[in-house]
């Protein structure tokens, strides 16, 4: 088994491909406003993006995660729309297939540590700028968190997700962003289902119990008659041993 | 009529037993289609039985913790006893006498006696704790009857014959005193050697009938630090011992002396050679005597002596020089120094000298031809006996720097020879043989450019002619070949007449070993057809291999390139070479100055049909080999769609990468697990020449459900770092390896590792230590894009924005597992199996049909339709699954799998200890005709029948012609 993970190798290799693809039409309504009115008594964070013409990363502040800690986990967001300057170097960005990025700072969810974070790194994705051009900004964001609450990955997609090269005259459909937001623990995985299975067999036992009469084999059903046809097969077959095999054989077959 | 009824038992028996059977291999297939070669491990200890003259064993104890019986005349195996791995299992001292072989075992934790004849063991002894020093046979009278081991702090006499302890003592001021040997001279007492280190020797003398302590003295030695580098004992009771910054000799007579007697080189006459370490050798053919007076000493790499103590003197007996190896061996009473020179670049000498007068015996030169592939020889054992006349011949056997043994006779005639290297397989790969000379000549006809059509026609014409030569050549073998007996048609196969068989069943097995020495072997016999050493091979190198180019570009000779890497500094060296014939490739590879990160091969290629190995260095710089410009065009033109990931387990990051055009990089997303609580152990992504054929199942209800066939998906296996049975946990994560996408999260609780994971088509299958219930569990992951798709042409991780469906289910695995591989077909159409490698030494087929998360717990119309096998949560082990039948497979740590120009077959070979090669066929031979089917039956029905038709529509036509005269 290779350890060794920093020498682990994986080759890819992405074929970019323009489908096409049915557009949703997007709603422009602030989903996740709603979310703000309720009782929040967790962190918030900021959530960046950066997209520039050369790729570098020059990350500006989109809007503010509200994460919820405790037992179970939610999350709100709440964020500007797009200024006209970011709007049409969004539009440049795309036309030159450079990345959008976004990232979140690595946070702990957990109750004990929610008082104040520090900055021990970022968690960065991308989505081509395109896709968000032509998606209308309609982004999936989803925050990963592992077993004790800590934020270990963060991903974005778009919704369409290709891009087929349309494009978007109206200014007014890149100012809003419609995103789509989650938080995902992990899911437990399940163990052999051993209950279930003995449930079942002590259920198949007792139709057995009830029935005898059914659920015999087909040995058991028919013995008197496999029996002696068996034994007059044999005896011919060890007549032909000793006498004409040959025929025997070519009579079978 | 009992006797009906016993047959009738034994054919229903029959039936039984033939209708379980299927999947196993007939009696007669056995060794046909499959081959094990078992191994050693790098030799430590060996020594000759020669309690018997006619006896042809080579006892051998190896650095993997293996002890051994060889013939002397063929090499193969008596027996082979292997032990724990790790230092539990590490063989510390093997001494011999007669027909018993004791070994010290696990750092003087165990005693073992075996007898060599049979290899059966006579007793197993454990030891009082504490760590093993040395240990020697102790005689007295002249007869061998107890050995004396020796640990830090304690002194034990033990029985050869039972191993009962006779006694034990306490060893004094072993606080201060680090003793480091125990010698006995065949008088009735044992000596315990310790050093203060830099400042005085103590030596310990106990009484062999009670163990009192009947001498105790210290001895002045500011020079010395450790006794059995620089000491030895000669004659009766000299401790002799050598120091080189003194440049001097130094004799203490045990019995007598308090003092050490000082004898500088320089009146012998000697010098050291600058910065080497002198050592001694001496040399003691029975215990129950004392060892010789006559003793070696090396003073430079190729600088030995024959010295001998006399009266008080120390005479030189003979210099050799050169002399790169020299050893002492015993025949009756005589004892011989056998000693190896270099004669030329290819060659060396070895010849026999009389130990006690220094003069060479006439008519011993044997000549050891180095292998110039192979490494600089390291150690020679040597087995003298007397001939008829009471005349001393020997053989030898020369270990080399690359673990091999050669086992040599008189005049140089090689016996055998056994490649120890290949029991470390790090890596391997299968390279397609080449085509016929014949088959490559009409390739190279359309490879070539046109030149006029005149030509043209005779290159076609002459192509033609060779192949007709080829045929007749075939079919006179052929012919040659049928009149002689079975028995003696050899198969001869070198690499000249290599060529690829009609299905590609025989390929070539490219195989890189720890110590740095590859091999190539034909798959089909398992002969070694090539080998190469390469020197200077970093102790904890990380290998991968990697095939640039396969057989299938002829004129271009296929080409592998081997990364050779440290894994402390990361600096990388790259050996590119031939896999068909092992030579070093024309083309030099680039140097290679900052530490390598990452390599990957692309499905790019060059002009020359290479495919590009990419580079990451530290600085995150790419550089691409080969680098031809039309590479670094094709580079650039692709390089916004080419990504790749780099892990770091220490600080838990994962993080993406993706090529600029100037061959830059740029970090595109990063995912960092917190390694407070868990650590990365292992990351698995899908094999780059998998086919997936099917891209959907078909459900009960006829419709479809469509696999989520994501080519850069890669399977992310965590531990945690709390190792309580009840918190311990272990992490799955299914990461998508261009976007950085987390696709499922997973946490199997109360669940520790190791874990095997195998990653394929849509599935990922673990295995791993369930804490809670105690026992070992598989898990299978499937992953499905639901009842459309939502791209059939073109799989693009930057535009699947929905999330795939996710099933998984667990069972009850009933044994431990070494390693787990999937099996591996041309075309994907054949059902998968899962390879299983168990401690137990089997290779279990396990088919994945059994690892199915779709298994109902409760049966349905729709599941039986499906061929759904009802959930059972435990696994159970068929006899019959396993593909190695009684071909035990010692320590398997790694399965290689292989397709085969057949799609209903995959090559397999398991490496460990042992190799072993074999063919699966996963869904049976649906491809091929049974060995023993009937063509004359078939044939002759077919003719009947041609000709019946034949003569029935004559019939037929004058049946007609009759009635219309009528």
Known sequence: MARD?????????????FGFINFVCCNNERRVGDA?????????????????????????????????????????????????????????????????????????????????????????????????????????????????????????????????????????????????????????????????????????????????????????????????????????????????????????? | ????????????????????????????????????????????????????????????????????????????????????????????????????????????????????????????????????????????????????????????????????????????????????????????????????????????????????????????????????????????????????????????DLHLQLEMTQIPLQ?????????????????????????????????????????????????????????????FATAGEKTVVAVMAPKNKTACSINLFSAETGRRLLETTLIFTVDPNGGKPEKLHVQAFLKKDDSVGYRVMVQTEDHTLTFIQQPGRVMWTREEALS??????????????????????????????????????????????????????????????????????????????????????????ASGKLFGIDSKTGDILWKHYLENIPLNAAFKLMVQRTTAHFPHPPQCTLLIKDKDTGLATLHVFNPIFGRRSQVTPPALPQPILQSLLLPLMDQDYAKVLLLVDDQYKVSAFPSTKNVLQQLQETASSIFFYLADSGQGRLSGYRLRTDLSTEQVWEVVIPTETQKIVSIKGKRSNEHVHSQGRVMGDRSVLYKYLNPNLLAVVTESTDLHQERSFIGILLIDGVTGRIIHEAVQRKARGPVHVVHSENWVVYEYWSTKSRRNEFSVIELYEGMDLYNSTVFSSLDRP???????????????????????????????????????????????????????????????????????????????????????VSRVRGIYTAPSGLESTCLVVAYGLDIYHTRVYPSKQFDVLKDDYDYMLISSVLFALFFATMISKRLAEVKLLNRAWR
């Not at chain 2, 033939?18 to 291999?25: D, E, Q, T």
């Not at chain 2, 016929?436 to 490879?447: D, N, V």
């Open chain 2, 1 to 252: 009529k009992a006797v009906a009824m016993a047959k009738l038992i034994l054919l229903l028996l029959n039936w039984i037993f033939l209708c379980c059977n299927v999947a196993a291999v007939f009696e007669d297939q056995v060794g046909k289609f499959d081959w094990r070669q078992q191994y050693v491990g790098k030799v430590r200890f060996s020594h000759f039985d020669s309690h018997m003259q006619s006896s042809k064993k080579v006892l051998l104890a190896s650095e993997s913790n293996v002890f051994a019986a060889l013939n002397t005349r063929t090499g193969e195996l008596f027996w082979r006893h292997v032990d724990k791995t790790g230092p539990e299992g590490n063989i510390d001292a093997l001494l011999q006498h007669g027909q018993d072989a004791v070994l010290v075992i696990g750092n003087g934790h165990l005693l073992r006696s075996w007898d060599i004849g049979v290899g059966g063991m006579n007793w197993e002894m454990v030891l009082d704790p504490g760590s093993f020093r040395s240990a020697c046979l102790v005689g007295h009278q002249g007869a061998v009857k107890h050995l004396a081991v020796l640990k830090k702090t304690v002194i034990s006499l033990h029985y050869l014959s039972n191993g009962h302890q006779k006694w034990v003592e306490n060893l004094p001021e072993s606080e201060t005193v680090d003793f480091q040997a125990v010698y006995s001279g065949g008088n009735g007492e044992v000596y315990a050697l310790g050093v203060v280190p830099n400042s005085h020797l103590a030596i310990v003398v106990y009484s062999l009938e009670d163990g009192e302590i009947t001498k105790q003295v210290s001895v002045e030695a500011p020079w010395l630090s450790s006794i059995p580098a620089s000491c030895s004992v000669i004659s009766r009771g000299l401790l002799t011992c050598v120091d080189s910054t003194t440049m001097s000799l130094y004799t203490l």
């Open chain 1, 36 to 253: 703000l009115e309720t009782d929040f008594s967790g962190l918030s964070v900021p959530l960046e993006h950066s997209f520039e013409l050369d790729d570098t990363a020059k990350f500006v502040v989109r809007g503010t995660l509200l994460l919820k800690t405790g037992r179970e986990p939610s999350v709100a967001l709440s964020q500007n729309p797009l200024s006209e300057e970011d709007r049409v170097k969004l539009k440049e960005v795309a036309e030159v297939d450079g990345l959008y990025r976004i990232r979140v700072p690595r946070v702990s969810l957990q109750a004990d540590r929610q008082t104040e974070w520090q900055v021990d790194g970022y968690l960065t994705a991308f989505v081509r700028a395109c896709a968000m051009v032509e998606s209308h900004l309609s982004d999936v964001i989803t925050l990963h968190t592992d077993v004790s609450g800590y934020l270990i990955g963060v991903s974005i997609v778009t919704i369409p997700g290709a891009c087929r090269g349309t494009k978007v005259e109206d200014e007014v459909d890149l100012e809003v962003f419609n995103t789509t937001l989650s938080i995902m623990a992990p899911v437990n995985a399940p163990g052999p289902e051993t209950s279930l299975f003995l449930e079942r067999m002590e259920q198949e036992t007792e139709k057995k119990g009830k029935n005898p009469q059914e659920q015999k084999s087909f040995f058991a059903k028919y013995w008197m008659y496999i029996v002696p046809l068996v034994l007059f097969l044999m005896m011919s077959g060890a007549q032909d041993q000793s006498g004409g095999g040959a025929s025997g054989r070519a009579a079978a077959a």
């Open chain 2, 424 to 513: 470390d397989v790090v890596t391997m790969e299968m390279v397609d043989l080449p085509l016929t000379g014949a088959q490559a000549e009409l390739e190279g006809e359309f490879g070539k450019k046109a030149d006029g059509l005149m030509s043209m026609v005779m290159k076609r014409l002459s192509s033609q002619l060779i192949m007709l030569q080829a045929w007749i050549a075939h079919l006179w073998k052929l012919f040659y070949d049928a009149r002689k007996p079975r028995s003696q048609v050899k198969n001869d196969v070198s690499i000249e007449n290599l060529s690829r068989d009609e299905f590609n069943l025989q390929k070539m097995m490219v195989l890189v070993t």
């Open chain 1, 5 to 17: 993970l920093s020498f682990r190798v994986a080759v890819l290799f992405s074929f970019l491909f």
């Open chain 2, 802 to 888: 929905h999330a795939p469906q996710v099933l998984q289910q667990s069972y009850i695995f009933p044994s431990s597992i070494s390693t787990m591989e999937a099996t591996l077909t041309e075309k994907g159409i054949t059902s998968r199996h899962l390879l299983v490698g168990l401690p137990s030494g089997g290779i279990l087929s396990l088919p994945k049909m059994f690892l199915d998360p779709r298994r109902p717990e409760v049966i349905s119309e729709q599941s039986r339709e499906e061929n759904l096998i009802p959930y059972a949560p435990e696994l159970i082990i068929r006899t019959e699954w396993f593909i190695n039948y009684n071909q035990t």
């Open chain 2, 267 to 327: 009146t012998l006459g000697l010098d050291v050679d600058p910065g080497f370490r002198p050592s001694l050798v001496s040399h003691q053919p029975n215990p129950a005597h004392p060892p010789l007076s006559e003793f070696l000493l090396q003073l430079g790499p190729e600088h030995h002596l024959l010295l001998q103590h006399n009266d008080g003197q120390i005479v030189t007996l003979r210099d050799y020089k050169p002399a790169l190896l020299a050893s």
